[in-house]
T-cell receptor
């Protein structure tokens, strides 16, 4: 079983649509969760951290369900500039440290 | 405050040569992670270092790959006797402290091509 699993997509949506991505993780001892965004051939950039109580940043809402070991990202009112790959990141315990572990990413294409 | 700096951005090596990738973390950051990304793949963890210490190298191939983060200067990822399969984007990330909740900030990556 993969440590961090995401649907690769692509999700192809029109401008203004609402789109949601899910991510599941295998290690219940994981402590921290993040969503990153990666544009083609560029470095990943932090989009938002994910908290147990859920958190919102503008059009973006992240949720964490520890019992089911999944994380979600909701994007409202999609813009063309939201087109990118969205990476789910989970900090896994490893020998006393925590290692940010990436899913393969979910591709989003927003079209006019 | 400059971000994470990686160089070179692009590196071409012939099979059998050595590749040296450098990463200077953000100012005030003493924790460095290296990841490899193959085409159409996700980022795979390689190694986690603090100044002068390798903390976790569970993702490093057993042969030809090594990493260091000296007291002075950048972190170095070294690949000896490169093969075509080493062609990938190598990303470095830094964080200011250890801890599960610490966010990591990435450099622009080094794209290694082995010919």
């Amino acid at each position: 079983r993969k440590e961090v699993e995401q649907d690769p997509g692509p999700f192809n949506v029109p401008e203004g649509a609402t789109v949601a991505f899910n991510c599941t993780y295998s290690n219940s001892a994981s402590q921290s969760f993040f969503w990153y965004r990666q544009d083609c051939r560029k470095e990943p950039k932090l989009l938002m951290s994910v908290y147990s109580s859920g958190n919102e940043d503008g059009r973006f809402t992240a949720q964490l369900n520890r019992a089911s070991q999944y994380i979600s990202l909701l994007i409202r009112d999609s813009k063309l500039s939201d087109s990118a790959t969205y990476l789910c990141v989970v900090s896994f315990p490893s020998g006393g440290s925590y290692i940010p572990t990436f899913g393969r990413g979910t591709s989003l294409i927003v079209h006019p | 405050n400059a971000g994470v700096m990686q160089n070179p951005r692009h590196l071409v090596r012939r099979r059998g040569q050595e590749a040296r990738l450098r990463c200077s973390p953000m100012k005030g950051h003493s924790h460095v992670y290296w990841y490899r990304q193959l085409p159409e793949e996700g980022l795979k963890f390689m190694v986690y270092l603090q100044k002068e210490n390798i903390i976790d190298e569970s993702g490093m191939p057993k042969e030809r790959f090594s990493a260091e983060f000296p007291k002075e200067g950048p972190s170095i990822l070294r690949i000896q006797q490169v093969v075509r399969g080493d062609s990938a984007a190598y990303f470095c990330a830094s964080s200011p402290r250890e801890g599960a909740s610490t966010e990591a900030f990435f450099g622009q990556g080094t794209r290694l091509t082995v010919v």
